[in-house]
């Protein structure tokens, strides 16, 4: 089973950026998908972006997408979100998830298709 961890989250400013790592700890092979989500207060769990381990596909929601880049170290078993031009509306608790399923891109962003998730990491976007 893997376990992913993140971290990077943290205070900053409209118009600023942060990096978020995730370390998929367990991971046994080249295959699965890895993802990242969000949680606004008082709201559902969305996604925001994922990428398929072997070939670096991605998916970018359209909220984000131009904003957000994940990517990924295989030597470091890390995924990471940049995110630039933070706003307000960005803020919520992001949470790394994974499975060893390779998913298609547009089967990415349903999290029914995640089975590890991580504890989440705060991002407040407020001046």
């Known amino acids: 089973q893997v376990q992913p961890v993140e971290s990077g989250g943290g205070l900053v400013q409209p118009g600023g950026s942060l990096r978020l790592s995730c370390v998929a700890s367990?991971?046994?092979?080249?295959?699965?998908?890895m993802a990242w989500f969000r949680q606004p207060p008082g709201n559902e769990r969305e996604f925001v972006a994922a990428?398929?381990?072997?070939?670096?596909?991605?998916n970018h929601a359209g909220a984000v997408k131009g904003r957000f880049a994940i990517s990924r170290d295989k030597s470091k078993n890390t995924v990471y979100l940049q995110m630039n031009n933070l706003n307000p509306d960005d803020t919520a608790v992001y949470y790394c998830?994974?499975?060893?399923?390779?998913?298609?891109?547009?089967?990415?962003?349903?999290?029914?298709?995640?089975?590890?998730w991580g504890q989440g990491t705060q991002v407040t976007v407020s001046s």
């Open positions: 990428i398929r381990w072997n070939d670096g596909a991605t």
């Open positions: 998830a994974a499975t060893s399923r390779n998913w298609i891109v547009s089967a990415m962003s349903n999290k029914e298709g995640f089975d590890s």
């Open positions: 367990g991971r046994a092979s080249n295959s699965g998908t």
